[in-house]
């Protein structure tokens, strides 16, 4: 691309009331030997047309002055074939300055500490415009379309539907003979419209029947999948007769030293007369993505002896009750534990959300139309029914024979033909003994993810989903940012697999997971990102001769998206990549990069600041910052006004996973006084897009540390901390301690050098 470059500075918003935009022009157009103009109002209709004109004239490469890239998007693009690069003055440097106290004058310099910081934000955006590239879609040669269902019960059967109704081929597996899941188990549904107070016919037959007409949808029963090779749009799928063992089986990932002591003869081959996560079979069905609909097993819940599961007859799980309901087997009294009670009396049952509190009520409701005289004791400690349900709730409460209170249920024991159930600090503030039938325990619905490998891939870093201690054993990645979305491009999860849902849920739920579905094909179709960096047309771009086959980018990516060729060196597959970057960020020989993203790009952008030599009112502090939760937050701090001190300067990045320390190192070595890493939170309180990338970024800072002791620096220059969305009133704090902490410190011995 023959670029040709303007850059127009914005003088609203207090832009230009706070700053010097003729000097600011300068700067541009002396030291970045580019065409400036400047614009009172850059996005309105006028400076609109001023912009166009000059794209129309051959101005392919624009630089924006003005307000926060996040905001105005629509305004400043010019086409896919034009480059825009933004530079935030307005939210993180006119609004971001520091205000006196109260009674006192501002610092005498305050004005051209302001310049200093617009200029270098200039000098870094022109900087960018000039480094990056238009980027090139990836398009596949062949794209398949159909999609893969795997399960056939109540959230398959939508997700199939769904699919097929938006024009899409579906195949259906099941492992079982017959469609349906456990859902086809059940003997009525909770109500799905006004009054809510009725049960309702279960819907899974007809369902089961309108996919079985349906001429879009295959049906494979007693059939599992064996594994799913290739990547997104090109998925290769191997299946096999349900139970049985074939050598297309996914592979399990074996580490380098259980590959060793595989070869001294000391472990057992796993893999052993399996074909390798390599091998392509050349009898593999093609599909485009996938949707997992695997379902959930009942919990078990004979750890809580007290209860006496699986030793006092008729102690029965909620999907027990189910089955002998159906059946017309109900019991005339039946005592409903919706908690564990015992010494962990506040919690209830695992992997319960408000499911097992509307089943508990849907039950009771059996007892009492079963038996004229029949009584049902719900014994809780919380009780969930969201929306609507609540009216179900209230009905169940004005039922004659239905009984609710909360109560730490401490030992259920038999009594003679019967069962007793002891229950301390009921409503009634006493405690109650319960003479009954059957007693109910509200057993949570663990995803299948939890023990099984689900999804068999033959991917590098094995056949299931990674890291699912972090996520509970659910397959989702982020319940609140990334519904359906998990940790392997292509593959969405809904139903149980996904969250404890009630049927309702569960539809809604397929119908999602299906839209999905159908954005990843069509979105892999353009050659662009899915998500979460949607219609993203850039991709990690290899320099392979210089690999050394270290394995970080492999092992780091969260998400799967590359394997190990022949010779083991790193094979993209780039309708997997989600353009974290991570892989960047790890590779320390920084052959990886993306058009406008990439290790020279920033390290440029770094080495435009105006670093000053020996002025302790003018310390450089370099800080990186992930654009997914951490920007936004600096952008509202901005927006309140919140004083942002003048000696920081900050550059978004993909994710703090995609941070090369080599820019740290280099920012440092030119004379920056410190370096800081502002990302999502990650542990606990998880909130990174990218699954790890916040948290890796955090492991490499720790250990440049060491790095820095042998250039004669303090390890406390450089500092990585997390923020959530929410929390803009807490990074001027984080700033500002960190700012005074390097000022201690003095400035870098390397100045000047």
């Keep these: 691309m023959d670029k040709k470059y303007c850059a127009y500075i914005c003088s609203g918003c207090g832009i230009g009331d706070a700053l010097d935009i003729e000097a600011l022009s300068e700067v541009v157009s002396g030291e970045m030997s580019m065409e400036c103009k400047s614009h009172g109002f850059l996005c309105g209709p006028e400076g609109r047309a001023l912009i166009e004109g000059d794209v129309a004239a051959g101005v392919n490469t624009v630089v924006v002055g003005a307000c926060s890239p996040r905001v105005m998007a629509k305004e ?91 024009g899409y081929d579906v195949i259906l597996v099941e492992k079982e003979e017959k469609l349906g899941g456990k859902a086809a188990g059940w003997r009525k549904s909770f109500p799905s419209k006004a009054p809510w107070t009725s049960l309702e016919e279960n819907p899974i037959n007809a369902m089961i029947s309108a996919v079985e007409k349906n001429s879009r949808i295959t049906v494979k029963t007693a059939t599992e999948v064996a594994r799913i090779s290739g990547a997104p749009g090109n998925f290769g799928v191997t299946f096999k007769a349900a139970g049985a063992k074939t050598e297309w089986d996914a592979p399990q990932k074996v580490t380098v030293d259980q590959a060793d002591l595989i070869a001294k003869g000391e472990m057992a081959d796993p893999n052993a007369g399996l074909k390798k996560y390599t091998d392509l079979n050349p009898e593999a069905i093609k ?21 006496g599961y699986g030793k006092v007859k008729n102690v029965v799980t909620n999907a027990e009750f189910e089955k002998l309901a159906k059946a017309g087997k109900v019991p005339a009294n039946v005592a409903f534990v919706q908690s564990p009670g015992g010494k962990d009396h506040d919690k209830d049952f695992p992997y319960c959300n408000s499911v097992t509190s509307m089943v508990a009520l849907k039950q009771a409701q059996y007892v009492c139309e079963d038996n004229a005289e029949g009584k049902a004791y719900i014994l809780y400690q919380h009780m969930r029914t969201p929306g609507h349900m609540e009216l179900y709730y209230k009905n169940a409460q004005n039922t004659d024979g239905i009984f609710l209170t909360k109560g730490n249920v401490m030992k259920v024991e038999e009594n003679g033909g019967g069962l007793s159930v002891a229950v301390e600090n009921t409503l009634l503030g006493e405690d109650i003994t319960l003479n009954v039938d059957m007693v109910v ?85 353009r050659g662009v990102s899915v998500h979460p960096r949607s219609g993203d047309a850039t991709y990690p771009e290899f320099f392979m001769q210089r690999c050394t086959q270290c394995k970080r980018c492999t092992e780091e990516c969260p998400f799967g998206a590359l394997d190990d060729d022949e010779k083991g060196t790193p094979l993209p597959n780039p309708t997997r990549c989600r353009r974290c970057g991570t892989c960047m960020g790890a590779c320390p020989e920084r052959i990886i990069g993306f058009k406008d993203y990439n290790i020279d790009l920033i390290g440029s952008m770094i080495k435009s600041i105006e670093v000053p030599e020996d002025d302790e009112d003018r310390l450089r502090i370099l800080v990186l910052v992930c654009e997914n939760d951490a920007y936004p937050a600096l952008d509202m701090a901005g927006m309140k006004k919140l004083g942002i001190n003048h000696m920081v300067r900050f550059i978004p990045v993909r994710c703090l996973g995609s941070v090369n320390m080599a820019w740290i190192r280099d920012a440092l070595s030119a004379g920056m006084d410190g370096a800081m890493l502002l990302g999502c939170t990650y542990g606990d ?45 807490k990074i001027p704090q984080i700033i500002n301690d960190f700012v005074e902490q390097i000022s201690e410190m003095g400035p870098n011995p390397f100045k000047g050098f």
């Design 441 to 525: 325990l509200a057993a949570g619905m663990e995803p299948t993810t939890l023990n099984e490998d689900s999804i068999n891939l033959a991917y590098r870093q094995g056949p299931a989903f990674v890291d699912l201690d972090l996520f509970d054993g659910y397959a989702d990645s982020h319940f609140i940012c990334f519904p359906y979305e998990t940790r392997r491009t292509g593959v969405y999860a809904c139903g149980g697999v996904r969250k404890a849902e009630t049927m309702d849920e569960a539809i809604d739920d397929a119908t999602g997971a299906a839209l999905k579905a159908i954005q990843c094909i069509e979105s892999t179709d």
């Design 685 to 729: 309180n998880y909130q990174c897009h990218f699954v790890k990338g916040s948290e890796i970024a955090n492991k490499r800072m720790e250990n440049i540390g060491d790095t820095l002791k042998t250039l004669g620096l303090e390890p406390e220059r450089c500092a990585a901390n997390q923020v959530a969305i929410t929390d803009y009133d």
């Design 287 to 307: 599909v485009g993505s996938v949707v997992l609909a695997t379902g959930w097993k009942p919990a078990d819940v004979s750890q809580y002896e007290h209860l």
């Design 76 to 166: 400043f693009d010019f086409g896919k074939d034009k480059i825009t690069v933004r530079a935030n003055l307005r939210e993180q440097v006119v609004w971001a300055e520091v205000k006196p106290e109260e009674g006192k004058e501002p610092h005498k310099e305050a004005a051209a500490f302001l310049q200093e910081t617009a200029a270098d934000y200039m000098r870094m955006a022109c900087t960018r415009a000039k480094k990056t590239l238009p980027p090139e879609p990836y398009k596949l040669e062949e794209i398949n379309k159909t999609i893969l269902v795997m399960g056939g019960g109540l959230a398959g059967l939508t997700a199939a539907q769904e699919a097929a109704a938006a």
